[in-house]
């Protein structure tokens, strides 16, 4: 064995003591205290501390990790893949809508700004159908329950609305429940909804079926003084335009421009979001008329006693500022309150005034008398002699009353209204009748007669008026005086204010101007102005129309106002029943204006069909032309001239 491998030798230690014979060996247990050694207490060993391993920690956090990610895997594929059409379909009910603001409908005023149309804050209650299905809120009747509530509130039946909320076409998102609700509607629904809303939180069997109604700002149309001036004014329908009247004529002036708001919803609530856009509407142009409220209130009052004292089928007044041509009233019996339109009667709900066409009578008389003056064919003072009967044609003619042979001056067939004289008359306008029908023709087409009156109101007539050619041989000579041809009332008011205005047609205005969103009045253009006869000729008829009212033989006595001179002229037409076609009743009429020499206010009444005491125009128009024109010569605080009337005679002696 080599010195490497030479085993260590081991060195012994101190022998232990022997123990002693019969001890007991003490052992270890819980509570014994330590043996000690003899010798003394070997010191401690000190071991060095040693880290443990980071790679358990690492392995436990990559896998925590990894479990998350997988997590959000899984939750996208979930969202992307396997639910896409639900999410979608969620996300539907989250997109923006696009709602319109309506624009605030411009005002309508009298000349002195007195309000005759406004309109005020409505509510147009709408609804998303997609919002009422069985998966949208978990039941199979939520349109019935829906329309439920709100069938009483709006006043509807149940059953049409369930129909606006279960739509044939499933995609519908809008639809219109009834529109122009006063803000008390929308606030009785408001608070349902919100009700429900609450209970549904705290209780989950309760279900939200009006979450999906809303409510669009919009205006509803207001007429202050009722049936006033409503055959001007017109009415709003459902749809927010113009029906009738100056609301349908003016319609694009006065709705404004629309806006539009766009918004994100869920759940029937706007969500905040920087995607919303709005565009503001933009009001509508006040519009000022030319009537005066008070004046027209006159008219309005006085035609409606008549009417219903004759029990006439309807009437009309028409006071016309003679210099300007502007309308101050127009009247019509009966007429309609715009407000509540489902108890008006249809037929009143125009303007009469405007689209009545009948045969004038003897009113039509003073365009005969006008001709012949203007063609100096006779004077205010020359002869004319007036049969019992005239025969002419295939007719006999007579006046209304019957009567010795008349001697009359040509200003006493105007007074005495005497059909024979003004065919002899006018038969004097031309070598042979052809001749002088065509001259007749001429004026009457000169005063406006058969053509608009300028006004471009919705749905007048502009009447009727053969050419000379197709006169029949009768109408040759009943058109003289009024009959076989046809005019509205305008047409007839405007006769007289051109003889006031010293000849000078001036077209019919309405309008006064209007009042921008900037606040800027604009006036209405200049009338146009036509002369038709002398400023001579049409001072000659003034001072013929006075005897009809001042003379005692006058047929216009009725009419007579103190302390001023009037001029005037009484109708008592044949009327064509508009149902039949044929003659029956009659139209009777009163026109004048006043002061007689220096004009200032024309008025114009008729009445259709009084069936009910007298029917003459002289009797029952008369009184309404008095109690009319004085009403407005005091409000326009227009005073007598004080000058003498003419008195020109009416008889001669042969």
């Not at 007195?114 to 009747?141: C, H, N, R, W």
């Not at 009457?444 to 471009?456: C, D, E, H, P």
């Amino acid at each position: 064995m080599s010195d490497r491998q030479a085993p260590r030798r081991r060195v012994p230690g101190p022998a232990k003591p022997p123990r002693p014979r019969g001890a007991v060996r003490r052992q270890a247990g819980p509570g014994a205290r330590p043996v000690r050694r003899p010798g003394g207490s070997r010191p401690p060993v000190t071991r060095p501390l040693r880290l443990g391993s980071p790679r358990p920690r690492l392995r436990l956090v990559s896998l925590a990790l990894t479990l998350v990610l997988l997590a959000f895997v899984v939750r996208l594929l979930q969202v992307q893949a396997v639910d896409a059409s639900a999410y979608a379909a969620r996300a539907e009910q989250n997109r923006y809508v696009v709602h319109t603001l309506a624009a605030e409908r411009g005002e309508i005023t009298d000349r002195n700004g007195v309000a005759l149309a406004v309109s005020e804050d409505a509510y147009d209650i709408t609804a998303d159908p997609t919002m009422f299905g069985a998966k949208q809120l978990k039941i199979a009747d939520g349109p019935e329950r829906a329309a439920a509530l709100l069938a009483p509130i709006l006043g509807q039946d149940q059953a049409a609305l369930v129909r606006k909320l279960r739509p044939q076409n499933p995609n519908t998102r809008y639809t219109r429940l009834a529109a122009r609700q006063t803000p008390q509607v929308w606030k009785q629904i408001k608070d349902l909804k919100s009700a429900l809303t609450h209970k549904a939180e705290t209780d989950h069997t309760t279900v939200n079926v009006l979450a999906g109604v809303f409510a669009d700002p919009s205006s509803q149309r207001v007429y202050p003084n009722g049936d006033l001036a409503a055959g001007i004014l017109g009415w709003v329908n459902a749809d927010g335009k113009g029906g009738g009247g100056v609301e349908q004529q003016l319609d694009k002036q006065l709705s404004g421009k629309e806006g539009k708001v766009r918004y994100a919803q869920a759940g029937g609530r706007e969500v905040p979001t920087a995607g919303s856009t709005e565009t503001p509407a933009v009001p509508g142009a006040d519009v000022e008329l030319t009537i005066d409220r008070d004046i027209q209130w006159a008219a309005q009052h006085a035609i409606t006693e008549q009417v219903e004292k004759s029990k006439a089928d309807r009437g009309y007044v028409i006071v016309q500022d003679t210099r300007t041509g502007q309308i101050l009233a127009m009247a019509n019996s009966p007429g309609f309150d715009p407000n509540d339109l489902v108890k008006a009667d249809g037929d009143a709900m125009g303007n009469a005034a405007l689209q009545d066409a009948y045969e004038p009578g003897s009113t039509a008389k003073v365009m005969s008398m006008a001709a012949v003056l203007e063609r100096n064919v006779a004077t205010p003072l020359t002869h004319v002699v007036v049969p019992n009967r005239l025969h002419r044609g295939d007719r006999l003619f007579q006046d209304d009353i019957d009567h010795r042979t008349w001697y009359l001056t040509l200003n006493g067939v105007l007074a005495k209204s005497s059909n024979i004289g003004t065919i002899l008359a006018a038969g004097e306008l031309g070598r042979t009748q052809p001749a002088a029908n065509q001259v007749l023709y001429s004026y009457l087409r000169k005063f406006g007669i058969g053509g608009y009156t300028g006004l471009g109101f919705p749905g007048e007539t502009p009447g009727i008026l053969a050419p000379p050619q197709k006169w029949s041989t009768s109408q040759q000579y009943t058109i003289p005086f009024g009959q076989g041809f046809s005019l509205n009332a305008m047409q007839a008011a405007s006769v007289y204010s051109t003889i006031a205005n010293g000849g000078v047609r001036v077209v019919p205005t309405l309008v006064r101007g209007t009042k921008g969103a900037d606040g800027r009045f604009t006036p209405a253009p200049k009338p146009r102005q036509t002369r038709v006869v002398s400023a001579k000729t049409a001072k000659s008829l003034a001072q013929m129309l006075e005897s009809v009212v001042d003379d005692e033989q006058g047929t216009g006595v009725k009419a007579r106002i103190p302390g001023y001179r009037v001029a005037g002229k009484t109708g008592t037409a044949n009327r064509v029943d508009p149902a039949t076609g044929r003659y029956r009743g009659y139209t009777s009429s009163f026109a004048g204006f006043a002061p007689a020499d220096n004009p200032r206010i024309t008025v114009y009444c008729a009445i259709q069909n009084a069936t009910s005491g007298s029917y003459f125009g002289g009797q029952i128009c008369g009184p309404i032309y008095k109690q009319v024109m004085e009403f407005a010569l005091k409000t326009l605080q227009v005073p007598p001239t004080g000058a003498r009337p003419a008195n020109l005679p009416v008889e001669y002696k042969p």
